[in-house]
């Protein structure tokens, strides 16, 4: 198959490719290297992906030419996005407009236009439920996103429906939970705590750390885009990726404290605007149609992430 991966240098982006590739597919890559996030680290993601089979476009999806991008495209991961749940706030949120929703929009509207098209698997996520009405959320339960950067997700999956039922592009959102794992994002919790462990720094918890998260191996996520794109599935559907761990962040904590050889040190300060009590979700309905269900334990993935986070991360 031929694949079109956006945010190909990001975190899910980069580990995607890999897969793809190493099954024997093409990969189109496209990512605008913002900086976000250290952009060295985009660069590394990048030049771990094998050149066999792959082609880079450093481009942002609001003035790339996508028609020539698309072209005999089977397969589209749409990974691209302006990431952050607290930094979503103020002036910043014309970034998330402009990066999660109208380049969603322009990718469907060409899209529209590829006739080879076969799937759009659209990474959404779980910050559309904010406080969810129960737990495990199922995708049914009524969206009620807490931060703006939830609203501009929620609003692009809205798109990806939409044209699904108006032009019958066959899209899949897939609502995923905090992802983790090697590569993970720099603003993220656990390569913050474990950069801070590995350099000797204090990890900084916002809030008690008594919040839950379900947190998400990569490499499962990366198995639930696969499956999105080769399954059949009703266009416009939407699943959860859930890891299923149902944890606080000080349980978190406990457990690196098993596994890291270095003291983990942690001081608590306020809460931050926009953070969820809890996430969690059911994977009854990923489970049914595209039978996938969660292959890695917290504490391998968090050992995976910590071996890597030495090696990135540790003084020389
Ligand atoms: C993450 C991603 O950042 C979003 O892009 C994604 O859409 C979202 O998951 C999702 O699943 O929908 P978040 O759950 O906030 O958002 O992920 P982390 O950054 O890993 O934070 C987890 C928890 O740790 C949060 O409660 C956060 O407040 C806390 N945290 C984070 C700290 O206590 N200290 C830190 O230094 C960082």
Not at 174 to 194: N, S
Not at 292 to 305: H, I, N, V
Request: hydrophobic content about 40%; glycine content about 8%; some cysteine.
């Amino acid at each position: 198959m031929k694949a079109l991966i956006t945010g190909v240098a990001g975190f899910v982006g980069h580990t995607l490719a890999r897969r793809l590739l190493s099954e024997g597919h093409e990969v189109v890559g496209i990512d605008a290297i913002t900086d976000y996030y250290d952009v060295s680290i985009k660069r590394a993601n990048l030049a771990s992906i094998p050149a066999d089979g792959f082609r880079f476009v450093e481009a942002d999806l609001n003035d790339a030419d996508l028609g020539s991008l698309l072209d005999g495209v089977q397969w589209i991961f749409h990974q691209a996005g302006q990431p952050g749940v607290r930094k979503s706030w103020g002036s910043d949120f014309g970034i998330y407009t402009l990066a999660n929703i109208n380049a969603t929009q322009r990718l469907l509207e060409a899209a529209r236009n590829t006739p080879s098209l076969e799937r759009f698997v659209y990474a959404s996520s779980s910050s559309v439920y904010g406080n969810a009405e129960r737990y495990p959320t199922e995708e049914t339960d009524r969206p009620q996103p807490m931060s703006p950067y939830g609203v501009s997700k929620l609003a692009a999956e809205h798109l990806c429906t939409l044209y699904a039922e108006n032009f019958g592009v066959p899209t899949v959102s897939l609502r995923y939970f905090t992802v983790y794992g090697p590569g993970q994002r720099t603003d993220m919790a656990f390569t913050r705590f474990l950069r801070a462990i590995v350099t000797g720094d204090k990890i900084t918890i916002y809030g008690t750390g008594e919040q839950i998260r379900d947190f998400t191996f990569v490499h499962d996520v990366v198995d639930a885009n696969v499956r999105a794109a080769a399954i059949d599935s009703t266009p416009g559907s939407v699943f959860n990726v859930a890891g299923g761990t149902s944890i606080s962040v000080n349980g978190v904590l406990d457990i690196l404290r098993e596994i890291c050889a270095e003291p983990v040190n942690v001081e608590y300060r306020e809460p931050v605007a926009g953070d969820v009590f809890r996430t969690g979700g059911s994977t009854d309905r990923i489970t049914e149609t595209l039978r996938w269900a969660p292959q890695f334990t917290l504490e391998e993935g968090l050992r995976a992430q910590y071996e890597w986070a030495r090696k990135t991360f540790a003084p020389a």
